[in-house]
């Protein structure tokens, strides 16, 4: 009998070809079909429950903690120890293995932190902190010294203070005079200028010195290093040295040194830049390339990571799946070495890499990363990156507990395990619709890190960034040579420092690419969206990503749904005003003046014209000023007028300055507080922008705007302030303007007695239409002034919740008495003043996206 066609006969031949034969773009199939099962995940859930058990340990009362370990340990004997019965399903051993290892593993997470943090607080340092003791203290340090962010604290911008992370090792207890060893984790903040914060700033880990510190309760942290107190010494002197930096920290320090000098002749920019991404040496970053890196998401960069480490090894080793190819690319196979020697030489590289960049949690989890791709080179098996990802979590949760509770951490976790799992089949999906491999593989690369990573991001910045994805994509294929380069110019300069230069130089380049994409990314006018901090967000934004997805798979068989989804980024990305104004109703049309939300503290913008506007004050956050001029649109300052040197009204200015074209920078003669008054004239000297004196007397006009100086008096600033008065609040700048027929009087912070010798000089000065009320509404008003002034609208900037009780009640009061329409940014948002056709000044209020700002 002639048998019958088979099932099989009829089937197309691609089902007869392996998974990876129909992964391959090409119709012949792969090249090197190294066939691979479904990946090994018997590891994950293990690390996941340590990780999980040591993020919650620490909250827990030390008995729960004991009883959970007791009762995982148990549990997994009896799952371990458990003999098989002939009824039991065939994988049912190997699962209860699984189940027993992952118990163990939670049990060991748990007991791993709660031993931490006990040890953490032994000792006589916690009780020394509760005290607020004073008293000589030896140190270890066990990290890089670093500036913290300078804050605004009512009218004083704080400088930062120099952050070094150290280990207790002998203290002085002041009761008995008695000398205690111990090793407790402390952060020691030093109160040094510019000056005696480079000796301070040169210590290296593993450095002994001894200080006199005040001790103070570390505040709640969320996560990361438990420290049992926080130390702070006046760092005027420099610390007494009691024991030298081991050899290898030496070592790492003069190459790190070497690389700072080789960069030093560079533009601002790169030499910033460079040693951030070879070393994460971001001491040279200024506040507004940091701000940037912020809103573009590209602060991966200037912080030490698993990429940087992979540059080096493919360099080394040739893209991954071909090192056991005879065909295999990098230098080693150049140089002759075999496989086994080349995986030798690649771990050297990753200890040398954790030396250079000092083994710091995020330089471990660099490693971590590192040595995931050297398995990757020398096996080609993506089958085995899962697990070992998942053995490095675990054993990383196990060494320091610190890291489960560090952001971080988590964000290093969830972009690698995008790496891994998601984007190479993204990679294959997008050349299957012919993009090129390379860029195909880059492209997915960053769609699947951001994907992973926006919810935890949302979370520390409060935003969602719309340029994450493209400015991430430009900038990987300037990430390599200006990683390799830099590392080049690490290792030459102890050679030969010219040699270091010249390559410094050239890895200037790409670097200085990467800080244009970083300024162009955040000067889009809907670069990031807000979003609430909050964990709650976070899940929503994990569920919508995932809904977005979906609908993306979809939306790739209908290029009309594609293009109009195309043409909606761009939109929420440029902003057109006669696009937003009709949903947000923000900026109203034909706004003449309008006070911004920058919390407590000063910023009246004035149209001046099509994308021009002057403006008065900046607050005191960069960010909040942004925004607001972004809003509205403002692109050309020729005007810009800090009526005195408060933090308050001045330390917003570098978000002034940010991607808008400024004319000149006027400010009042009296250089008080001469450090905020330092920071002005430094940021406009950075951004060459002149900064002229304004006195009384001074006019101008811009557009239809024109503007009269009237205080404080030419020739005599010195005298507007006597017995104790505020000096610089009574130096304000104050500014009569004249717009569309309305008056309006901006009188900076002018206090009463500046406010009665201003009607002395101006007896002439008449009713106004708008004023913005003097010292945020403070109960320092002049009633004279008030009475003489008789506003129509007053305009009142303050914080949310301000320690100062701005505006007073009695203040309201008067104003309203007088039928004052008063408007305040804390409850109402930004502010607007606009004329009816009948020429009745206005105003409309509306909330600015992040709600209000506080105090």
């Not at 203290?137 to 070094?164: F, K, M, Q, S």
């Not at 791709?373 to 507990?401: E, K, N, Y």
């Not at 964000?411 to 491999?437: C, E």
């Not at 004319?663 to 009042?668: H, L």
């Amino acid at each position: 009998m002639t048998p019958g066609p088979t099932v099989a006969a009829a089937r197309p031949a691609a089902a007869f070809r392996g998974p990876v034969h129909r992964a391959s773009p090409n119709p012949l199939g792969a090249a090197d079909p190294r066939q691979e099962g479904p990946p090994d995940l018997r590891l994950v859930p293990p690390a996941l429950t340590a990780w999980a058990a040591a993020a919650l340990a620490p909250a827990l009362p030390a008995l729960a903690t004991a009883v959970a370990v007791a009762s995982c340990c148990l549990l997994a004997s009896v799952l371990a120890f458990r003999r098989r019965r002939s009824t039991d399903p065939p994988r049912w051993y190997g699962n209860r293995l699984v189940a027993a290892m992952t118990l163990i593993c939670a049990a060991a997470g748990a007991a791993s932190a709660a031993l931490h943090a006990v040890d953490a607080r032994r000792g006589p340092v916690p009780g020394l902190a509760a005290d607020h003791a004073t008293t000589s203290v030896e140190l270890t340090v066990t990290g890089d010294p670093h500036r913290a962010e300078p804050r605004v604290i009512g009218t004083r911008r704080v400088p930062g203070v120099l952050v070094v992370p150290v280990d207790v090792t002998r203290v002085t207890v002041p009761a008995t005079a008695q000398h205690v060893a111990v090793h407790t984790p402390a952060l020691l903040l030093v109160d040094a200028d510019d000056g005696t914060a480079s000796r301070w700033g040169r210590l290296l880990p593993s450095t002994g010195i001894r200080v006199e510190a005040r001790f103070a309760p570390p505040r709640p942290r969320g996560g990361g290093r438990d420290v049992a107190a926080v130390l702070r010494t006046g760092g005027k002197d420099p610390p007494v040295v009691l024991a030298p930096p081991t050899t290898p920290q030496r070592v790492a320090g003069d190459l790190r040194a070497g690389l700072r000098e080789a960069t030093g002749e560079l533009a601002p920019d790169p030499r910033a830049l460079l040693p951030g991404l070879v070393v994460g040496d971001t001491s040279r970053i200024p506040e507004d390339l940091d701000e940037a890196f912020h809103t573009t998401d590209m602060l991966h960069l200037l912080a030490v990571s698993g990429g940087n480490l992979t540059v080096l090894l493919v360099l080394l080793i040739g893209p991954p799946g071909r090192a056991s190819l005879a065909e295999r690319r990098g230098l080693a196979p150049r140089l002759g070495l075999p496989l086994r020697a080349t995986a030798v030489l690649a771990a050297l590289v990753v200890l040398g890499f954790v030396l250079v960049c000092r083994p710091q949690p995020s330089v471990l989890r660099a490693a971590a990363c590192g040595l995931i791709t050297i398995l990757a080179i020398g096996t080609g098996r993506r089958r085995s990156l899962i697990p070992a990802l998942a053995a490095a979590v675990l054993l990383l949760v196990l060494h320091d507990p610190g890291l489960a509770r560090e952001a971080g951490f988590l964000l290093s976790v969830l972009a690698t395990g995008s790496l891994l799992t998601v984007a190479p089949r993204w990679s294959l999906a997008l050349r299957r619709h012919g993009i090129p491999g390379r860029l195909a593989e880059a492209l997915a690369a960053a769609a699947a890190a951001q994907a992973a990573c926006a919810p935890v991001v949302a979370v520390l910045a409060a935003h969602i960034s719309l340029v994450a994805v493209p400015c991430n994509l430009l900038a990987e294929f300037a990430v390599a040579p200006a990683t390799v380069l830099g590392f080049a110019a690490l290792l030459a300069a102890p050679l030969s420092p010219a040699l270091a230069e010249g390559l410094a130089r050239l890895g200037g380049l790409p670097a200085a690419a990467i800080a244009l994409i970083a300024r162009t990314g955040a000067s889009v006018p809907g670069a990031t969206f807000p979003w609430p901090d909050t964990w709650p967000g976070a899940l929503l934004l994990a569920l919508l990503v995932g809904a977005m997805l979906i609908l993306g798979r979809r939306l790739t068989a209908h290029p009309w749904l594609c293009a109009a989804t195309a043409l909606l980024l761009l939109l929420a990305l440029v902003r057109p005003a006669p696009l937003t104004r009709p949903l947000t109703g923000w900026p109203p049309d034909g706004w003449l003046l309008v006070t911004c939300d920058v919390g407590q503290g000063d910023a009246i913008v004035l149209a001046a014209g099509d994308g021009t506007a002057a403006l008065v004050d900046t607050g005191p956050e960069p960010d909040a000023v942004d925004d607001c001029l972004t809003s509205l649109g403002v692109t050309r300052i020729p005007f810009l007028l800090l009526t005195h040197f408060h933090a308050d009204h001045v330390a917003g200015l570098p978000g002034a300055l940010r991607g808008r074209t400024v004319g000149a920078i006027r400010a009042t003669g009296v250089q008080e507080p001469s450090a905020q008054a330092e920071f002005v004239h430094r940021v406009a000297r950075r951004a060459g922008v002149p900064l002229v004196r304004a006195a009384a007397g001074g006019r101008g006009s811009l557009g239809p705007l024109s503007w009269q100086v009237v205080w404080p008096p030419a020739g005599r600033p010195s005298s507007v302030a006597a017995d104790g008065e505020d000096v610089a609040n009574n130096a304000s700048v104050t500014l009569l303007v004249r717009v569309a027929g309305l008056t309006v009087l901006l009188p900076g912070d002018l206090e009463p007695p500046a406010q009665r010798r201003l009607l002395e000089d101006l007896p002439g000065l008449g009713p106004v239409d708008v004023l913005k009320v003097a010292h945020h509404g403070s109960a320092y008003q002049d009633p004279a002034l008030l009475a003489r002034l008789d506003p129509r609208i007053a305009l009142i900037s303050a914080g949310t919740g301000n320690p100062y009780g701005h505006p007073s009640p009695h203040t309201l009061r008067r104003l309203h008495h007088r039928g004052a329409l008063v408007r305040r940014t804390d409850t109402s948002g930004p502010l607007a003043v606009t004329v009816t056709p009948d020429g009745t000044p206005a105003v409309t209020t509306a909330r600015s996206p992040p709600g209000p700002r506080p105090g």
